[in-house]
């Protein structure tokens, strides 16, 4: 199972207590699952698929306990790769499907006529609870997600750019949230790329399972980026040791093939010394090996000298 499934599960198995919510919900869904037919002498049929059975489930009893409607669910053939079946719940006249289009704001009345609107009618979300409510109801008709320890993308996959904009207005309403959104052949897509976003948002739509999980890939990628960091710096740290060792080794192999290592002063001809029985050892190493022990300044002014003979020599 995917983990936009997972999410659309989770999300499924909450069921909003207030009224305002439900109805909200239910919009939400419908505005982007659902499509409308005629079925004659100007009546309305309604048609809500998914691909879920947990969230059409979930749907059915929703319209039950707030329209007090009895659904029939039907199982086809699905649409997308991999899914091998759909499952539709139908709402005709009888189950009072005109009235449900009018209070979700999808059928609405200009100049004395009927028209299908295709954006967000705000009637329905001017409370917090109800906005949440109605992201959820399009998370589960029209949201998908990646598996966040692969990537972070959410996006909701919608008809119209109406839609789109009113979507990305009732997200970036709440202040923990920032959406964008662009067109992608014939849909408009509305999505966040941000792993902090995205698990705001999970917890938001009340996914607090998965919002957590994205809390802790993030946790846990932030340890694996830091403890790569720190190996690399140790070997980076490493790597310039060693070709400090071999730097000096070679300033003392030159004066000692040229002047002698009895020509250099005792304390510098003493720290030569160490580092020719001692090439592959930390300058700090060395410092200690001196009698009286040296201090890390004390050592690098002996190195530093040594080396600047070296070079005139």
């Not at 982007?32 to 947990?54: D, Q, R």
């Not at 759909?86 to 009345?109: C, F, K, M, P, W």
């Not at 020509?263 to 060395?286: F, M």
């Amino acid at each position: 199972m995917s983990f936009a499934s997972e999410v659309k599960n989770e999300l499924a198995h909450i069921e909003p207590e207030k009224k305002c919510c439900q109805l909200a919900e239910i919009a939400g869904f419908l505005r982007v699952a659902g499509s409308i037919g005629l079925a004659g002498l100007g009546k309305f049929k309604i048609m809500v698929t998914s691909e879920n059975p947990a969230v059409i489930r979930h749907f059915k009893k929703l319209l039950h306990d707030y329209f007090d409607i009895e659904t029939t669910l039907e199982v086809g053939e699905g649409n997308s790769v991999g899914k091998k079946r759909a499952y539709t719940i139908t709402i005709d006249a009888a189950n009072r499907s005109e009235q449900i289009l009018r209070e979700t704001g999808i059928l609405l009345v200009r100049e004395g006529n009927n028209y299908i609107s295709d954006g967000i009618y705000s009637g329905l979300v001017r409370t917090k609870c109800c906005k949440k409510a109605y992201m959820r109801g399009v998370f589960m008709g029209a949201g998908t997600m990646s598996n966040p320890e692969k990537s972070y993308h959410l996006e909701f996959v919608l008809r119209t750019e109406t839609l789109a904009k009113d979507l990305k207005k009732l997200i970036n309403s709440f202040v923990d949230l920032q959406a964008k959104e662009t067109k992608r052949g014939k849909s408009y897509i509305v999505y966040m790329k941000k792993a902090d976003y995205i698990g705001d948002m999970l917890g938001i739509m009340g996914a607090d399972t998965h919002s957590l999980t994205i809390a802790n890939t993030l946790v846990e990628k932030s340890m694996r980026n830091r403890v790569n960091r720190m190996a690399n710096c140790d070997n980076a740290n490493l790597d310039r040791i060693v070709e400090a060792a071999i730097r000096q080794s070679q300033a003392v192999e030159k004066i000692e093939s040229i002047k002698g290592l009895d020509w250099l002063p005792p304390k510098l001809k003493e720290v030569a010394l160490l580092r020719k029985e001692n090439p592959s050892l930390p300058i700090a190493s060395i410092g200690e090996m001196c009698e009286p022990p040296l201090s890390k300044s004390g050592i690098n002014g002996r190195i530093k000298k040594i080396m600047e003979i070296a070079d005139k020599l």
